[in-house]
């Protein structure tokens, strides 16, 4: 199974995107899918996860803010980010869980100020 992520780009803070992580396999299969990202000289982090039931987690830093989703039919979890801010900057890659884990390769946002 190969994840692949895009949507990424440079906005202003206050606005908006749409990452998009299609996988080359069915997306029921994993128990979870995520986002994490990763700022420079920073770990990476877990950002939003939504399990197979559908049950949604986000980071405090996002809440309110970021919303996970996924379209079973078009095997593509995605992540609408709202309100964005400079510290929002990094690297977002996306995860599937099943057994073990499963990376897209990342897709950077840069938020300017």
């Known amino acids: 199974v190969q994840l692949q992520a895009s949507g990424g780009g440079l906005v202003q803070a206050g606005g908006s995107l749409r990452l998009s992580c299609a996988s080359s396999g069915s997306i029921s299969s994993f128990n979870v899918m995520a986002w994490y990202r990763q700022a420079p000289g920073k770990q990476r982090e877990l950002v939003a996860a939504i399990s197979h039931g559908g049950s949604e987690n986000y980071a405090e830093s996002v809440k309110g803010r970021f919303t996970i989703s996924r379209d079973n039919s078009k095997n593509t979890v995605y992540l609408q980010m709202n309100s964005l801010k400079p510290e929002d900057t990094a690297v977002y890659y996306c995860?599937?869980?099943?057994?073990?884990?499963?990376w897209g390769q990342g897709t950077e946002v840069t938020v300017s100020s």
């Open positions: 995860n599937g869980w099943v057994q073990r884990s499963y």
